[in-house]
């Protein structure tokens, strides 16, 4: 039985260079104006939060990095992403279309637009409430990531074999059922998410800041995407600075709840994820945000899927106005690409009124 890994190190490296060059530019035409904090110290602006757009991750409320710090009394954001996702993943006896033994195919892309909506009820409390819309399909990507591959040495998992830009996700259960999602592509309503941020201790920057965030997913999903029950979620997450202009970040959490099984996939009932994220800031106007994440088993229902979930994210965060926010960045995985995005982008506009 064969599978299909790809190291990131080596495109990890090359786009991270490529974002560090974008902001250099950037940095060196920035003025040195207090664009997002009262405090002559450049703000902490903390880990975006990238949702996990695996197709098989997509039915369920899966947790984010995120920081401890709130909005303030009164005041509120409106936050728009766009996370842009390839999958590609298989175990079978040989590569290619026609392999006698396929436990599972997993290939496509998802294009997900959130809009995030959060209200600063008192100092220390926070509300939001993220609205996520979806697509999935066949995609355009495959031959880009072909000539990427090719370009910088990586392994690309035998994907030219297959057919190209499809939209399949399908194998056989642990019970020995065979399962496809091959026609549940399209538009649709994700679940809605509410959420609240409770700021338990908020020390200055060489001291602990500390927070709850309790979260609920409603079974709101329509088209495709339909299917889960209702989800429940906490995390536990703190910042501090460890040195000059750099902070960490981290948070332990779990989720549990929602529907057992999904599209005759058989989903774990209760999931663990922690994250370790580094924020350096180089200037007033901008930080650089490296994230690990990891969570436990999400699938138990199909034959031969792992279950660790390790991905790496770097993400520049640029204040273009006094009340603008522009993100950008990307997402790899760090182990294997069999339960993880083998690839993903990240693009976010937030305002601050």
Not at 1 to 6: P, R
Request: aromatic share 8%; charged share 20%.
């Amino acid at each position: 039985m064969l599978d299909v890994t790809a190291p990131p190190a080596t495109r990890a490296g090359v786009l991270a260079l490529l974002v560090l060059c974008g902001l250099g530019l950037d940095a060196g035409t920035a003025r040195g104006d207090d664009l997002s904090s009262e405090s002559s110290e450049a703000p902490r602006r903390g880990p975006a939060p990238i949702p996990d757009e695996h197709l098989f991750a997509q039915p369920r409320l899966t947790l984010t990095a995120l920081g401890p710090d709130t909005l303030g009394r009164g005041r509120w954001r409106l936050r728009a992403s766009l996370v842009w996702t390839n999958s590609f993943s298989w175990t079978q006896d040989v590569a290619g279309e026609l392999p006698a033994d396929r436990r599972f195919l997993v290939d496509g892309e998802s294009r997900t637009l959130d809009i995030t909506l959060t209200r600063g009820v008192t100092d220390d409390v926070d509300l939001a409430l993220r609205l996520p819309l979806r697509w999935r399909g066949g995609g355009v990507l495959d031959a880009l990531i072909d000539a990427w591959h090719g370009l910088v040495g990586l392994p690309d998992g035998d994907r030219g074999r297959f057919l190209r830009n499809a939209f399949r996700a399908e194998g056989l259960t642990t019970g020995g059922a065979r399962f496809s999602w091959s026609r549940a592509s399209g538009y649709g309503l994700g679940s809605v998410e509410l959420t609240a941020l409770f700021r338990l201790t908020h020390g200055d920057r060489d001291s602990w800041s500390v927070a709850l965030a309790p979260r609920v997913g409603l079974p709101t999903a329509t088209g495709p995407f339909g299917g889960n029950g209702l989800t429940l979620a906490t995390q536990a997450v703190a910042a501090k600075r460890v040195a000059g202009a750099l902070d960490l970040v981290l948070g332990v959490g779990g989720t549990a709840g929602g529907s057992r099984t999904v599209r005759r996939v058989g989903y774990a009932r209760a999931r663990g994820h922690g994250f370790v994220a580094l924020e350096w800031r180089p200037g007033r106007r901008w930080s650089l945000v490296g994230e690990t994440s990891a969570a436990t088993r999400l699938v138990d229902g199909v034959d031969s899927y792992p279950g660790l979930h390790w991905t790496t994210s770097l993400t520049a965060l640029v204040d273009v106005s006094a009340r603008a926010r522009l993100e950008m960045g990307f997402t790899e995985n760090v182990k294997d690409q069999l339960s993880t995005p083998d690839f993903a982008l990240h693009f976010a506009l937030g305002i601050r009124p």
